[in-house]
């Protein structure tokens, strides 16, 4: 029988957060909200966070509004946030947030896109 997963105390959760800008932790959850720039860039996200869960085979859950995706992750099978929430959650800020460097083959868009920091 496969052992449950180490979870993590509130403060080791507090400090693992600190290398995770915008992410917090709440009703035993640690949360993202990411802002878009409308309706289309929103599903974008969601497909984008989607298929990266998917491929992870770690699935938060999702709230969708107009301009507004809010990621949840928890480790269900563990009971509490593991190692799995953390490395889920390092992957989706960097696809999410990626934008091609400045003088880059890719131009980048010049919409507002999916914003970064602490939108809360």
Known sequence: ??????????AQIAERLRELPG?????????R????????TTLMLVTAIGYIAEAAYHHPDLAVTYA????????????????KDFALARRLEEV?????????????????????????
């Open 68 to 83: 507004r995706v809010t990621v949840k992750l928890m480790t269900h099978s563990a009971g509490g946030i593991t190692d």
């Open 33 to 40: 909200v990411y802002k878009t720039d409308g309706w289309a």
């Open 96 to 120: 999410t947030l990626w934008r091609p460097a400045k003088g880059d083959a890719l131009e980048g868009t010049p919409e507002k896109f999916v914003r970064g920091g602490d939108p809360r």
């Open 1 to 10: 029988m496969p052992q449950k997963e180490p979870i993590f105390s509130e």
């Open 23 to 31: 992410w917090f932790y709440e009703d035993g959850w640690i949360r």
